[in-house]
Every structure is written in structure tokens, then in C-alpha cells.
């Protein structure tokens, strides 16, 4: 069963080649994302009572563990939620001539493509192969941040590509020398799974494999977002067609921060001390958030805003991911989810703002509570969950974080964080807050949600960050539980 979420996107593409209406490609983008989604918890039962899933076929290529189900969960479910937004977008641009229903077959082509290629990554055990999917979601999406086909989109595909590339070819030195530590050890077959890696890392070749990490962490950590290798960011998020944008900030970049989280497990397992990896991670960590609270301050795009925001959320991962306790790497696992769960729903609600105002500036927002009442609402509200208010789920896991902080001794690094985030919480109120008063010109805005599938997508995922950040299920704590044992090298 879980290998069909390898074939499930590949009959989508098939078959979209034969759909001659648009309510034919809607429907098949809902079914296999219905499907996907039936799939993953298939696989996540069979993950918890066994374990693991693998099938012997490929050589056990396909595994899955509690980590990376973790992440193929967060990809089906914004994936099934962001299908059905979909539906109203695309009807509203095919309406205005913004896309033409060639356009909207090759819009779903590629995002069956791009899908395939995060499934990929997920559920492999072969770093090489992980590699290779990741580059190949570059590939896809890039077509996707230029789909609107003007001068900003495309400089924006072009900065992504080349950046995102030269990254994934640093990544595949690192990853040579990650081959090169285990020639002694590993039978070439298995060289570049992760899980015989872990199995014998104690005996890798320590200098060899930290000198793998390095160039790893900054490939991946340039698709992952992190600064300094951010800058494609900003332009990508902002100009992609606003479910393409909630997939890379919700999806993409916790693909790229898995494949660094698997190495980073194997590096510390090597030597027994994560101090090296762990010193690393948290200067790009600290790094990001403090490069987030500089740009923010200054934003005029909404969009742009939100991608930068994006930067310092996986800056907090990768940092509790450097801090390797057990309490920092459960608070990191946590805020992957809960980061992705906040931030989709905010680019979602971001696309319907820029459909009825057709205007990315701040400045030209105004009455958004009173000219979209349900976006409005979820757009505040995500606003206030995102800068890691009470009672939404990133708070909590935000806690955690400066909690195993402080608990690793490192008060001035808790301190710091704390601020930068006070900062960025204080840039995203003095920005942003300011576009639900006020009226809106009756003459161009006319009051009413013109999305709403959309607009039941964003309330489910509002639903979402409150109940867990209230509440978090037995079973999922379990799931999390599972993953941090596999991240400290179980």
C-alpha cells in the first residue's frame, strides 16, 4: 500500500493529460489528494504498531519510520486541504484571464510532479536517492513560482533555480565524502542508507564525515530556507500562486530540513558529542531568526512578510535541533508541524486578500475584517498564532524550545532568541495589523468571500493550531516520542 504513494501522482499527471474541463482536473486533484491522504494514515498505523514500514523490493530502498511519516503527514494533509482551496483560486483566476485552462492543466502537471518528488524524498532510505528527489522539486516548483509568467515571477524562478541548485550541488559534494566516510565499513550497496549509516556510524570516518556535514548542512540548508542561503526565498514564496506558496512554505522546506536532521543524527552518533554538528546548527539557526527580524521591520508586500517569517521559524527548528536534548528535539519536531499547519493557512488566506484587492503592498489593504469576514478573521488570528500567542500551537512548542534553551545552560542564547522574536513580533503587529480597519474603497472592493472552498480549507486549519495547541493527542505525542528516540540515534 505505501509504494501506491509513489504511483498515485503519476496516474494524476496521466490523467490530466486526457481532462478536457476544469471541473475534470479539480476532481482528479481532490481524488488523489484523498487518496494520499487515506495512504499516509495507512502507513502512520502501520508505523506505530510496527515501528517502521519497508518492503524488500528495491532492495529495501522504500522505508518509513516515525520521523519521516511525521513529515509525510504534514505534506497529505496541507496537500488534501490546499486541493480544495485550489478549486476557488483557479476559478477566480481562469475568470479574470489570468490563466488559461492549458494553463491550469500544466498547473496541475507540475504539481503532481513536484508532490511525487516530496513523497520521494519522505520515504527512501538512500540518502543519493534523497538527494536526487529533493533537486527534482527545485525543478518542478520552479515553474511554478514563474507560472504567472511576468517580469517578477520569473526573476523570482530564476533566483530560485540557480540559487537552490548551486546548494543541491554543494550537497552532493558533501554527500560523496558522506560515501567516502563508510567505504571501509559499508558494502557499497549499502553506502548511502541512512539506516545502516546509523547502524555503524560509531565506525565512520570521524573527519571525513564532518567535513560531509558541513557541505550538507549548507545544500540542504539553502532549500531549507536557512540564512545566509535564503535570499530565494523572499521572491519564490511571494510570487507563486498562493497554494504553490503554502506547499513550499508548509512542505518544501521541512523535506530539505528532514534530509539534514537524518545526517546530523549520524554525525553525532559518530563521535557521541554534538557539540560540533549541534554548534553549527544553531549558528545558522540564530542567524535566520536574527536575519528575519531585520527584514521584516521593513516589508511592504504581505507576502514577502510571511515568506520571511518562514526563514525564522526554520532558523527555531534548526536551532532546537542543534541544542540535540530530548526536550529540544521533541519542541522541533513539534514546531515543523505546527509551523506548517500556521504558515499554509496564512498564504492561503494571503491568496484570497490578493484576489479581491489584486495588490501584494500593505498599504493598499484596508476593512479586510469588514471586506472578508472569514479570510479576515483567520488572517488575524493566524497572524497572532504565527508570532507565538496563546492559545495556538506554536506557542507551545515555542516554549519548549526556549525551555530546553535554558535548560542546556545556554541563558544567553535564550535571551537573545527571545528578543529577536519579541522584535519580529512586534514588526509583524506595527505592519500588518494595520490592514483589518479602516474601509475599503466601495467603488473597487466589494465586501463578500469570492473563495469558498478556500475560505473552509483555512478555517479547518485554524480549527488545527487551536485544538493542538490545547491538546495534543496521545497517539501523535506518541509519534513525536517515537521520532525524537530515532533523531538521538534509537
Known amino acids: 500500500m505505501g509504494l501506491v504513494l509513489w504511483i498515485a501522482p503519476l496516474i494524476a499527471v496521466a490523467l490530466s493529460q486526457f481532462a478536457k474541463k476544469a471541473r475534470t482536473l479539480h476532481a482528479i486533484s481532490i481524488g488523489v489528494s484523498l487518496v494520499m491522504l487515506v495512504l499516509a494514515g495507512y502507513c502512520t498505523h502501520a508505523v506505530m504498531v510496527a515501528g517502521e514500514l519497508t518492503y524488500t523490493i528495491f532492495n529495501g530502498l522504500f522505508l518509513i519510520d516515525s520521523l519521516s511519516i511525521i513529515i509525510l503527514d504534514i505534506v497529505t494533509v496541507i496537500y488534501f486541504l490546499t486541493s480544495i482551496y485550489a478549486i476557488g483560486y483557479l476559478q477566480e483566476e481562469v475568470r479574470h484571464g489570468k490563466i488559461s485552462s492549458e494553463k491550469l492543466r500544466l498547473y496541475y502537471m507540475l504539481m503532481y510532479v513536484f508532490l511525487f518528488a516530496m513523497v520521494v524524498a519522505l520515504t527512501v532510505s538512500n540518502i543519493g536517492i534523497i538527494w536526487v528527489a529533493i533537486e527534482a522539486t527545485t525543478l518542478a516548483s520552479a515553474f511554478l513560482v514563474g507560472f504567472q509568467n511576468d517580469h517578477n515571477s520569473l526573476e523570482a524562478a530564476w533566483k530560485y533555480i540557480i540559487i537552490c541548485s548551486v546548494g543541491i550541488a554543494i550537497t552532493l559534494v558533501g554527500i560523496i565524502f558522506?560515501?567516502?566516510?563508510?567505504?571501509?565499513?559499508?558494502?557499497?550497496g549499502d553506502a548511502l542508507k541512512w539506516n545502516v549509516l546509523l547502524s555503524e556510524a560509531k565506525h565512520l570516518?570521524?573527519?571525513?564525515?564532518?567535513?560531509?556535514?558541513?557541505?550538507?548542512?549548507?545544500?540542504?540548508?539553502?532549500?531549507?530556507?536557512?540564512?545566509?542561503?535564503?535570499?530565494?526565498?523572499?521572491?519564490?514564496?511571494?510570487?507563486a500562486p498562493s497554494p504553490i506558496s503554502a506547499l513550499l512554505s508548509g512542505v518544501l522546506l521541512n523535506s530539505a530540513m528532514y534530509a539534514i536532521i537524518r545526517c546530523l543524527t549520524i554525525v553525532n552518533k559518530n563521535s557521541g558529542d554534538s557539540q560540533f554538528a549541534g554548534r553549527l546548527m544553531i549558528g545558522f539557526?540564530?542567524?535566520?531568526?536574527?536575519?528575519?527580524?531585520?527584514?521584516?521591520?521593513?516589508?511592504?508586500?504581505?507576502?514577502?512578510l510571511l515568506a520571511y517569517s518562514s526563514i525564522e521559524h526554520m532558523g527555531i527548528i534548526a536551532l532546537a535541533m542543534g541544542l540535540?536534548?530530548?526536550?529540544?528535539?521533541f519542541a522541533g519536531l513539534l514546531h515543523m508541524m505546527n509551523h506548517s499547519l500556521t504558515k499554509s493557512m496564512l498564504f492561503l488566506a494571503s491568496g484570497n486578500i490578493l484576489q479581491k484587492y489584486n495588490a501584494r503592498e500593505i498599504s493598499k489593504i484596508q476593512g479586510l475584517l469588514k471586506t472578508l469576514p472569514i479570510t479576515g478573521t483567520v488572517f488575524l488570528l493566524g497572524l497572532?498564532?504565527?508570532?507565538?500567542?496563546?492559545?495556538?500551537?506554536?506557542?507551545?512548542?515555542?516554549?519548549?524550545?526556549?525551555?530546553?534553551?535554558?535548560?542546556?545552560?545556554?541563558?544567553?542564547?535564550?535571551?537573545v532568541l527571545i528578543l529577536l522574536l519579541a522584535i519580529i513580533f512586534a514588526g509583524i503587529a506595527a505592519t500588518l495589523f494595520r490592514v483589518f480597519f479602516g474601509s475599503a474603497d466601495a467603488g473597487q472592493v466589494q465586501p463578500g468571500e469570492t473563495n469558498l472552498p478556500g475560505a473552509l480549507a483555512i478555517c479547518v486549519l485554524l480549527i488545527a493550531i487551536v485544538v493542538t495547541g490545547l491538546y495534543l493527542p496521545d497517539g501523535?505525542?506518541?509519534?513525536?516520542?517515537?521520532?525524537r528516540q530515532i533523531v538521538l540515534g534509537g
Do not use: C
Not at 558522506?178 to 557499497?188: A, G, K, N, P, R
Not at 508570532?387 to 535571551?415: C, K, M, R, W
Open 178 to 188: 558522506l560515501h567516502l566516510s563508510s567505504v571501509d565499513v559499508i558494502q557499497s
Open 205 to 239: 570516518d570521524e573527519p571525513v564525515l564532518r567535513f560531509a556535514f558541513i557541505f550538507i548542512l549548507i545544500g540542504f540548508g539553502t532549500k531549507a530556507g536557512l540564512a545566509p542561503m535564503h535570499t530565494w526565498l523572499p521572491d519564490a514564496h511571494s510570487q
Open 285 to 304: 539557526g540564530l542567524l535566520s531568526v536574527l536575519t528575519a527580524a531585520i527584514f521584516i521591520l521593513s516589508q511592504k508586500d504581505y507576502k514577502r
Open 324 to 329: 540535540f536534548t530530548p526536550l529540544s528535539i
Open 384 to 415: 497572532l498564532a504565527i508570532s507565538g500567542t496563546p492559545p495556538f500551537s506554536i506557542f507551545g512548542s515555542e516554549v519548549n524550545v526556549f525551555i530546553s534553551v535554558f535548560n542546556a545552560d545556554q541563558a544567553g542564547l535564550g535571551i
Open 476 to 483: 501523535l505525542k506518541d509519534l513525536f516520542i517515537a521520532a
